[in-house]
């Protein structure tokens, strides 16, 4: 298989991506897979162990089973996404082909891909590729837009500072010229 990560990308920079699944054997042939695929993985086979993961280690992406129990992939996705810290990680919910009820649920609780099951393997790391490509651009514009707003800011402290010594300028050109005219007539 071809890995969709070049092999010149260290260990330690490949994204980490949590997956749950309450399947164990599932959630292993899964996380085999995408290690495989060059992804650091790490797992959790309910939604509570999830978030004791993301407390744990941060992760690029979450690959999540929509129909879990007692919480569903839909509730942890309403969950990750009340979390400022979180709420942007991209999150893809795989689900049975014939539930357009359930992915509307995780579409509504803010997943942003879900995956009618079954799917070809390839297809997956396609779109899971594309999900953190397109997680990294929107956190390099966040980035450009907090540079830009410091630079604003620092714009606006320098006008400040600029019309606080043009008015001292202004007072002390006053204060010279009353100072001429009074000489002048004296």
């Given at each position: 298989?071809?890995?969709?990560?070049?092999?010149?990308i260290?260990?330690?920079?490949?994204?980490?991506?949590?997956?749950?699944?309450?399947?164990r054997?599932?959630?292993?042939?899964?996380?085999?897979?995408?290690?495989?695929?060059?992804?650091?993985?790490?797992?959790?086979?309910?939604?509570?162990?999830?978030?004791a993961?993301?407390?744990?280690?941060?992760?690029?992406?979450?690959?999540?089973?929509?129909?879990?129990?007692?919480?569903?992939?839909?509730?942890?996705?309403?969950?990750?996404?009340?979390?400022?810290?979180w709420?942007?990680?991209?999150?893809m919910?795989?689900?049975?082909?014939?539930?357009?009820?359930?992915?509307?649920?995780?579409?509504?609780?803010?997943?942003?891909?879900?995956?009618?099951?079954?799917?070809h393997?390839e297809v997956?790391?396609?779109?899971?590729?594309r999900?953190l490509?397109?997680?990294?651009?929107?956190s390099?514009?966040?980035?450009?837009?907090?540079?830009?707003?410091?630079?604003?800011?620092?714009?606006?402290?320098?006008?400040?500072?600029?019309?606080?010594?043009?008015a001292?300028?202004?007072?002390?050109?006053?204060?010279?010229?009353?100072?001429?005219?009074?000489?002048?007539?004296?």
């Amino acid at each position: 298989m071809d890995h969709p990560l070049p092999a010149s990308i260290p260990a330690e920079h490949r994204p980490r991506i949590l997956v749950v699944q309450e399947n164990r054997s599932y959630l292993g042939v899964l996380s085999r897979r995408l290690v495989e695929a060059g992804y650091r993985v790490t797992s959790a086979d309910c939604a509570a162990r999830a978030v004791a993961e993301l407390n744990r280690l941060p992760v690029d992406l979450i690959v999540c089973e929509l129909n879990m129990r007692p919480t569903t992939g839909a509730e942890l996705t309403r969950i990750i996404r009340g979390e400022i810290r979180w709420r942007d990680l991209p999150i893809m919910l795989i689900t049975g082909r014939s539930d357009a009820k359930g992915a509307v649920r995780a579409y509504e609780a803010g997943a942003d891909d879900v995956i009618a099951k079954p799917f070809h393997f390839e297809v997956l790391v396609a779109r899971i590729a594309r999900r953190l490509a397109r997680a990294r651009s929107i956190s390099s514009l966040r980035d450009d837009n907090a540079a830009l707003d410091a630079r604003v800011v620092q714009r606006a402290l320098e006008m400040g500072e600029l019309r606080d010594r043009l008015a001292e300028s202004e007072t002390e050109r006053l204060r010279l010229q009353s100072l001429m005219g009074s000489k002048g007539s004296g």
